[in-house]
Every structure is written in structure tokens, then in C-alpha cells.
């Protein structure tokens, strides 16, 4: 599907959606609980509902009541030490880099083979930090090289796990999920410098709302204790920085937004999006008991370093393409594996209207200009986070702008086209081109 956009300004309020990774969490969380859980405020997006699968595989049971997802925990069914009568359990991971990460050491506490699958640029996504423990475990995989065919059989064991922080939190997070369950006390040392420490803060969190504690020291080491039990309960899932970083970029162009339901003392990362705009000069204020803001001047040029909030850099290279100055985006070579070369994606699709955008191995430099000419035809990568950043894009172009699979967002934010339009987003969708 194809998107043609007018330029529109934005106007008016938004509930921001809820966190896909607190979401994520919760829902992994509640599902290796003693009882029921009920998760409230949560958006079945297509990652979302891809990690409710998995852990379905093993045994949860899971009630969608529109925004409130009852959940039976495994240990509530009994289903921790069931028997298999299958060979073999396939846990389609669809995209979803979080549910393939966070599950593959949680399927070692049951026996049996178990085979993951996925779509999209998931294959090529490493998961090395996985095979060396298995290796040194003993536990038994397969996989099939830049595909996702992965084959994992055996059972992890308590002790010392050897990590590094700089390829992706998420290993560190699943390991988080799983060690506890083991029968002994474990370990795990982080090898080198630690990236994107706002995500290991969502997983500790979470595991500590369901029972489970964990001691940090300085993100490190973490001190595992074993046969810990998760606790079921209530939990309500909090708004999402990386989505409202579309809408607080938006109102750094101009746009008028307010936006709803942000926790401003959330843990969440990529709430570093307000002091980055706050640094290249927007003033940020309370209005109708939302956020907004506006620019107090011409925005100016910042570095901004992608290494503890990645996700939230394709939407703020718009911002810095509009700046005055040169934006260097530094750290941000983990942007290439995500769900499409993002570093390549934005340059290339930025500077299709207008913008100066040069790529570096780990970066990028951004050239401010005045305006954004549009009056081309962009492609979203079929990445989410690139559709909804050219969406913001089309408001401040002077002519129209044509954006090629942008239903993409359902991965994250299934109702963003509905929002875009209330807000007083114009455009029209085709099939294909037709």
C-alpha cells in the first residue's frame, strides 16, 4: 500500500499508545506468574502479539478484553513440567527482534525442541551472544545463516554468564527473564561498555513489579538469586516515549500538538527525545493536562549520541535536517540491523525531499537546511519507525509526498494513521500504485 500526504499542519491532542517495551515485558512477566494477571492499556500490535504467542506456546492462556489482556501464568496451569506430545513447538516471531531475544532462553526452562521463525530483516539480526552460551552449556541449535530457521533444545544451568553490553540490551533482558527460575544462583558480568541502559531499567522494573529481584551493580554485574516465583497481578502499561517522539518532533516543526498519558518520571529511554529537542531549542510545557511545546527560536545543531536511545534517531535526524548547523548522530551503528538499515533508510529518504544528510559507519551528518521540498515518492524500508518519521516529514514539505508501504506501522503503532488524520493529517491510500 502507497500514501500520498499533503502538507497539513497537526493540530489538536493525542493519547500517546502504550510502550511496546513495557508491554513486552508484561506480558513475559504475567505469563511465567503463579496466577492472573490482568495488563491494562495495552495495544495488540503486531510485535505485541507475537511475544503473546510465544509464551502461549508454553503454556499461558491469554483473554483479549479490548485494552485489558487477562493472563493465566504457567505455573498457574501447571504447565512448567508438562510432558510434550509434540517434537517440536514453532514460535513464529513475525519481525519482532524482542520477542525472538527475550524468548529464546525462556523456551530452555521447557523440554522438548523448539524452533523459531520470523519474517522481514529478523534472520540477520545476530544472535551470537546466544549460540556462545550454548556452546559453553552444552545446549543443543541449529540455524540456517541470514534467515530465521533457529532450533534450540536443552536446558540452561545457574552460574556465570559472560556478556557484552554493545550489541543489544535485549540479550541481557532474556537472560533477566530466565535466570531466576534455575535452581542455583547466577551471574552475569557485562564485557563492555553498557548501551542502551534505559531498556535493562524497564526489565528490572518489571521484574520486580511481578516478584522477581535482582541486584544491579552499576550495570555491570547483576547477582541473580535462584528459585525465585513471579507474582501475578494487575498491571497497567504506561505511554510510549519512542512513539510520542514522532509528535514532540512534530511540535519542534511547528506543528501543534498536546499529548496525553506520558509519565514524565517513566524509566522508558527514550524519554531523552525532550532534553535532546530542549537542547536544540524547544520550550516544553503542561496545556489541557498534556505535554506540548514549541521551539523558542530556530531550532540549532546538537550531537546526539544513539547509543542508549536508538530507537528515537531517525525521527530526530527530521528535527536536526531542519536545524540550523551541522547535527552529528554519534553511537548509532547498531540503527543498521534494526528492521531496516535505518542510518541508510533516513539518509536516503531525507534527502529524496530535501534534506542534507551525509552516512558514516556509526552515524550520520546532518546539514541543516530551511525547508523540505517533497514532491517525491519515499519508501518507508517497510520499517515503522521510517514510515511514521516521513509522515511527520510531509507537514512542513511544500508539496505532496508519496510513501510506499506505509501500513508498516502496525508492527508498533496500529492506530497511527487514525491519529495522523484526527490530528488533520490529508491522504489518500492506494493499492500498489493503482
Same mark, same amino acid.
Given at each position: 500500500?502507497?500514501?500520498?500526504?499533503?502538507?497539513?499542519?497537526?493540530?489538536?491532542?493525542?493519547?500517546?499508545?502504550?510502550?511496546?517495551?513495557?508491554?513486552?515485558?508484561?506480558?513475559?512477566?504475567?505469563?511465567?506468574?503463579?496466577?492472573?494477571?490482568?495488563?491494562?492499556?495495552?495495544?495488540?500490535?503486531?510485535?505485541?502479539?507475537?511475544?503473546?504467542?510465544?509464551?502461549?506456546?508454553?503454556?499461558?492462556?491469554?483473554?483479549?478484553?479490548?485494552?485489558?489482556?487477562?493472563?493465566?501464568? *504457567?505455573?498457574? %496451569?501447571?504447565?512448567?513440567?508438562? &510432558?510434550?506430545? #509434540? /517434537?517440536?513447538? @514453532?514460535?513464529?516471531?513475525?519481525?519482532? $527482534?524482542?520477542?525472538?531475544?527475550?524468548?529464546?532462553?525462556?523456551?530452555?526452562?521447557?523440554?522438548?525442541?523448539?524452533?523459531?521463525?520470523?519474517?522481514?530483516?529478523?534472520?540477520?539480526?545476530?544472535?551470537?551472544?546466544?549460540?556462545?552460551?550454548?556452546?559453553?552449556?552444552?545446549?543443543?541449535?541449529?540455524?540456517?545463516?541470514?534467515?530465521?530457521?533457529?532450533?534450540?533444545?536443552?536446558?540452561?544451568?545457574?552460574?556465570?554468564?559472560?556478556?557484552?553490553?554493545?550489541?543489544?540490551?535485549?540479550?541481557?533482558?532474556?537472560?533477566?527473564?530466565?535466570?531466576?527460575?534455575?535452581?542455583?544462583?547466577?551471574? *552475569?558480568?557485562? %564485557?563492555?561498555?553498557?548501551?542502551? &541502559?534505559?531498556? #535493562? /531499567?524497564?526489565? @528490572?522494573?518489571?521484574?520486580?513489579?511481578? $516478584?522477581?529481584?535482582?541486584?544491579?551493580?552499576?550495570?555491570?554485574?547483576?547477582?541473580?538469586?535462584?528459585?525465585?516465583?513471579?507474582?501475578?497481578?494487575?498491571?497497567?502499561?504506561?505511554?510510549?516515549?519512542?512513539?510520542?517522539?514522532?509528535?514532540?518532533?512534530?511540535?519542534?516543526?511547528?506543528?501543534?500538538?498536546?499529548?496525553?498519558?506520558?509519565?514524565?518520571?517513566?524509566?522508558?529511554?527514550?524519554?531523552?527525545?525532550?532534553?535532546?529537542?530542549?537542547?536544540?531549542?524547544?520550550?516544553f510545557y503542561q496545556?489541557?493536562?498534556?505535554?506540548?511545546?514549541?521551539?523558542?527560536?530556530?531550532?540549532?545543531?546538537?550531537?546526539?549520541?544513539?547509543?542508549?536511545?536508538?530507537?528515537?534517531?531517525?525521527?530526530?535526524? @527530521?528535527?536536526?535536517?531542519?536545524?540550523? $548547523?551541522?547535527?552529528?548522530?554519534?553511537?548509532?551503528?547498531?540503527?543498521?540491523?534494526?528492521?531496516?538499515?535505518?542510518?541508510?533508510?533516513?539518509?536516503?529518504?531525507?534527502?529524496?525531499?530535501?534534506?542534507?544528510?551525509?552516512?558514516?559507519?556509526?552515524?550520520?551528518?546532518?546539514?541543516?537546511?530551511?525547508?523540505?521540498?517533497?514532491?517525491?515518492?519515499?519508501?518507508?524500508?517497510?520499517?515503522?519507525?521510517i514510515a511514521m518519521?516521513?509522515?511527520?516529514?510531509?507537514?512542513?514539505?511544500?508539496?505532496?509526498?508519496?510513501?510506499?508501504?506505509?501500513?508498516?506501522?502496525?508492527?508498533?503503532y496500529p492506530n497511527?494513521?487514525?491519529?495522523?488524520?484526527?490530528?488533520?493529517?490529508?491522504?489518500?491510500?492506494?493499492?500498489?500504485?493503482?
Amino acid at each position: 500500500m502507497d500514501c500520498l500526504i499533503d502538507p497539513k499542519k497537526l493540530n489538536g491532542e493525542v493519547k500517546v499508545p502504550p510502550s511496546k517495551s513495557i508491554a513486552h515485558r508484561a506480558v513475559i512477566c504475567a505469563a511465567l506468574s503463579d496466577g492472573i494477571s490482568r495488563i491494562s492499556n495495552i495495544d495488540y500490535s503486531d510485535d505485541i502479539l507475537a511475544t503473546m504467542e510465544a509464551m502461549k506456546s508454553f503454556g499461558a492462556k491469554m483473554t483479549k478484553n479490548e485494552d485489558v489482556l487477562e493472563v493465566v501464568g *504457567i505455573y498457574a %496451569t501447571g504447565q512448567l513440567d508438562r &510432558k510434550r506430545n #509434540i /517434537d517440536e513447538v @514453532l514460535i513464529d516471531c513475525n519481525e519482532s $527482534g524482542s520477542t525472538l531475544r527475550f524468548v529464546v532462553p525462556i523456551s530452555t526452562l521447557f523440554p522438548g525442541e523448539h524452533r523459531f521463525i520470523g519474517r522481514g530483516k529478523l534472520g540477520q539480526r545476530p544472535l551470537h551472544t546466544y549460540y556462545n552460551i550454548f556452546d559453553e552449556q552444552g545446549v543443543q541449535y541449529s540455524y540456517k545463516e541470514g534467515e530465521l530457521d533457529l532450533r534450540v533444545e536443552g536446558k540452561l544451568k545457574s552460574g556465570l554468564y559472560e556478556v557484552p553490553g554493545n550489541v543489544s540490551s535485549q540479550f541481557i533482558s532474556g537472560l533477566l527473564f530466565t535466570l531466576p527460575l534455575l535452581d542455583g544462583d547466577s551471574k *552475569i558480568v557485562i %564485557t563492555t561498555e553498557m548501551e542502551s &541502559k534505559g531498556y #535493562i /531499567d524497564l526489565t @528490572l522494573s518489571a521484574l520486580k513489579d511481578f $516478584g522477581i529481584h535482582i541486584i544491579n551493580h552499576n550495570y555491570q554485574k547483576f547477582f541473580i538469586k535462584g528459585n525465585q516465583k513471579y507474582k501475578a497481578r494487575d498491571y497497567r502499561v504506561e505511554a510510549d516515549f519512542s512513539q510520542a517522539a514522532f509528535f514532540l518532533v512534530a511540535n519542534a516543526l511547528n506543528n501543534e500538538v498536546v499529548l496525553h498519558d506520558l509519565n514524565l518520571d517513566s524509566l522508558q529511554g527514550d524519554k531523552e527525545v525532550i532534553h535532546i529537542l530542549e537542547r536544540m531549542g524547544m520550550k516544553f510545557y503542561q496545556e489541557n493536562g498534556g505535554l506540548t511545546g514549541k521551539p523558542e527560536k530556530e531550532l540549532t545543531a546538537t550531537v546526539i549520541d544513539g547509543s542508549q536511545c536508538p530507537d528515537i534517531i531517525p525521527v530526530l535526524s @527530521l528535527a536536526a535536517a531542519l536545524s540550523k $548547523g551541522t547535527t552529528k548522530v554519534i553511537n548509532a551503528g547498531r540503527l543498521r540491523i534494526k528492521e531496516s538499515d535505518r542510518l541508510h533508510a533516513i539518509a536516503t529518504e531525507l534527502n529524496k525531499i530535501g534534506a542534507k544528510i551525509i552516512e558514516k559507519e556509526d552515524g550520520l551528518i546532518i546539514e541543516g537546511v530551511p525547508s523540505l521540498y517533497g514532491g517525491s515518492a519515499v519508501w518507508s524500508h517497510n520499517d515503522h519507525r521510517i514510515a511514521m518519521t516521513l509522515a511527520i516529514a510531509s507537514t512542513v514539505c511544500k508539496t505532496s509526498i508519496l510513501i510506499e508501504d506505509h501500513e508498516c506501522v502496525s508492527k508498533s503503532y496500529p492506530n497511527f494513521w487514525r491519529d495522523f488524520k484526527v490530528l488533520g493529517g490529508r491522504f489518500f491510500e492506494r493499492d500498489n500504485g493503482k
